[in-house]
Antibody, heavy 125, light 110 residues
């Protein structure tokens, strides 16, 4: 079974930056990390799930929620089975648990087969 | 305000059936597959239904999904206390070029 593990969360001041990482493992039967889209989904304290950004298996197709456009950058290194989310100009409303998400297919579709346990980002003075 | 609309809460007795609705539009549910997730307290969400009505390996057939037009539903039969959780629908929005989630529905088994 595929596992995804996030890291990089923490406390950051408003206007600051943070880079989240996610390593995926457990691919078998000729299947590889690069065959699947990956996404980031966040959940603010006591709130629902919010899709943030997604990237195709090859990295060619990249998509962002309106709340992330211009501030967040998603990328991936298929040679290292790793997904990244560079977050700049952080705001208090970005405070949330950020989940790394392996999608079902090669393109992002908000169809998340495997979820990480999440990494907490707190934006506060 | 979520793009997809779910009832905030539903409840039913053990052994009964509950239906959770998810309403969208022609650019999201009407144009793309719907998936459903179960989130138990303080845990990561769990993949419950994909491509409108398919169950991943290990998901019991008590859980079923359907889609009609711009709406989708999740049915849970034979309710158990362990089914108490938040349930979310999700899909792709072609106009937004982004994923969208419903606001979530809290299921209480009373």
């Amino acid at each position: 079974e595929v596992q995804v593990l996030e890291s990089g969360g923490g406390l950051v001041q408003p206007g600051g930056s943070l880079r989240l990482s996610c390593v995926a493992s457990g691919f078998t039967s000729g299947l590889t990390f690069g065959m699947y889209a990956m996404s980031w989904v966040r959940q603010a304290p006591g709130k629902g799930l919010e899709w943030v950004s997604g990237i195709s298996g090859s990295g060619t197709n990249i998509y962002y929620a309106e709340s992330a456009k211009g501030r967040f950058t998603i990328s991936r290194d298929n040679s290292k089975n790793t997904l990244f989310l560079q977050m700049n100009s952080l705001r208090a409303e970005d405070t949330a648990v950020y989940f790394c998400a392996k999608e079902w297919g090669v393109l992002p579709a908000a169809m998340v087969q495997y979820w990480g346990q999440g990494t907490l980002v707190i934006v506060s003075p | 305000q979520s793009v997809l609309t779910q009832p905030p809460s539903v409840s039913a007795a053990p052994g009964q059936k509950v239906t959770i609705s998810c309403s969208g539009s022609s650019s999201n549910i009407g144009d793309n597959y719907v998936s459903w997730y179960q989130q138990l307290p303080a845990t990561a969400p769990k993949f419950l239904i994909y491509e409108n009505n398919k169950r991943p390996s290990g998901i019991p057939d008590r859980f079923s999904g359907s889609k009609s037009g711009t709406s989708a539903t999740l049915d849970i039969t034979g309710l158990q206390t362990g089914d108490e959780a938040d349930y979310y629908c999700a899909t792709w929005d072609t106009s937004l070029s982004a994923g969208v989630f419903g606001g979530g529905t809290k299921l209480t088994v009373i």
